[in-house]
Nanobody, 124 residues
């Protein structure tokens, strides 16, 4: 059974940092691209960052470039999203997802396996 579990969310002030982690099991992690999505109230789920299966190729949404860093640890079957200089507009539920492909993507439809979300709130 494919499982992904995201954690690390919380309440942070603008300009602060958070690190989200995604623990996975039930599939060959090395063969899957891993992505982070977010969904704010009343908005569609959007791709934030993605890392290809080898970790060499990454994608970032324009809104987070230079502030977020996606990474993966293949031996440990985990992924992470380091979020720096957080802004109130980053407030959302964040999800990690796995795609049965070596290539990254930002499309929700390309990902068949999802973890539960973790809430990130940026507020003073």
């Amino acid at each position: 059974e494919v499982q992904l579990q995201a954690c690390g969310g919380g309440l942070v002030q603008p300009g602060g940092s958070l690190r989200l982690s995604c623990a996975t099991s039930g599939f060959i992690f090395d063969d899957y691209a891993i992505a982070w999505f977010r969904q704010a109230p009343g908005k569609e789920r959007e791709g934030v960052a993605c890392v290809g299966s080898s970790g060499e190729r990454t994608y970032y949404a324009d809104t987070v470039k230079g502030r977020f860093t996606v990474s993966r640890n293949n031996p440990e079957n985990t992924a992470a999203l380091q979020m720096d200089n957080l802004k109130p507009e980053d407030t959302a539920v964040y999800y990690c997802a796995a795609r049965d492909s070596t290539w990254y993507s930002s499309r929700v439809a390309d990902f068949g396996s999802w973890g539960q979300g973790t809430q990130v709130t940026v507020s003073s």
